[in-house]
């Protein structure tokens, strides 16, 4: 983040991954926990959050449509998608954003009982690009600590919404806490940064294999649109394992992915991991920890 950018990556040259059970592929499931962390005014925020099932701003005054579609996340669309990783007993990185969790303590107490990864999306849903240094450094310290009380255990992965600052990944590896972040898109693997002289794991995420095209004309119409592409991208990622292992991210969202005419999407995806075989299901802690051992760095405290 220091304005080089890597172009080759790997190259023709990637390194095995060596997963568990000489699987052929990692899926990593991210649930986007938000509800409560959008700009809303009737939190006091400055003013709403414009993006939800359509976009609209209502400027001045507290906005009960968007802030209710929000909500349906945690009071109805949780459940749904938590029944089916206890179905399929498939572990999931749960992304909160802090704040979400300070109002729903409860879901994060649930969420670690049933042996998923807490990890941070920031306090609020908000881009940290154009942050003052000190001010962002704030940020991260709250998002620790509220989290750390909210859930009973601190967060050590990171992920920023849209785009982190310059500064970001460097306050996080100063923080000292933080194993992993996911601000990259650039690639199927992990990768070991260099930061301020130190090792850091970075987790590259995915907004195709993601319920967020649901929203905004992204894509998804029906649960099928949703199933088809993320069970193509496993196929075709599984072949390439035979040769080259690789990691597959899906992103989910309580509001998105937990509705009832979308949620049959993955259910069908899980079905057909489950089927498959040789897919090591991971969360994103279990993955940054493996990688560091096979970059041959010491095991994470």
């Known amino acids: 983040m220091n304005g080089e950018r890597d172009l080759r990556g790997y190259g023709d040259t990637r390194p095995d991954p060596q997963w568990p059970a000489d699987a052929r592929l990692a899926v990593s499931f991210v649930v986007n926990v938000e509800e409560g962390a959008e700009l809303s005014v ?101 998002c620790v600590a509220e989290i750390r009380e909210a859930a009973g255990v601190r967060p050590i992965g990171w992920h920023t919404r849209s785009a982190p600052s310059p500064n970001t990944r460097r306050l996080l590896v100063e923080e000292g806490g933080f194993l992993y972040d996911s601000d990259a898109y650039n690639d199927d693997l992990p990768y070991v940064a260099t930061v301020e002289g130190r090792p850091h794991v970075v987790l590259p995420y995915a907004f195709d294999t993601n319920d967020m095209r649901f929203q905004r004309q992204g894509g998804f119409t029906f649960a ?26 899906i992103g989910l969202h309580l509001r998105i992915i ?44």
């Open 42 to 142: 009737s939190l006091g925020d400055e003013r709403n959050e414009p993006t939800y099932e359509i976009v609209e701003e209502v400027a001045g005054a507290p906005d009960p449509c968007k802030d209710t579609h929000f909500d349906y996340g945690t009071r109805a669309g949780y459940w749904r998608i938590m029944e089916l990783f206890d179905r399929y007993r498939m572990p999931a990185t749960m992304n909160c954003c802090a704040r979400a969790l300070t109002l729903s303590p409860w879901l994060a107490r649930d969420s670690v009982a049933r042996g998923h990864e807490i990890a941070c999306h920031s306090y609020r849903w908000e881009r940290h690009a154009g942050m003052a240094e000190d001010h962002e450094r704030a940020v991260i310290a709250r």
């Open 224 to 249: 099928d649109d949703f199933a088809r592409y993320c069970t193509d991208a496993i196929d075709w990622l599984w072949e390439e394992g035979g040769r080259e292992p690789k990691m597959l991210s």
């Open 258 to 301: 937990g509705r009832p005419g979308r949620i049959a999407g993955l259910d069908k995806v899980m079905a057909h991991i489950a089927e498959k075989g040789r897919i090591w299901v991971a969360r994103r802690d279990q993955i940054a920890r493996h990688w560091r051992s096979v970059a041959g760095l010491p095991a994470w405290d």
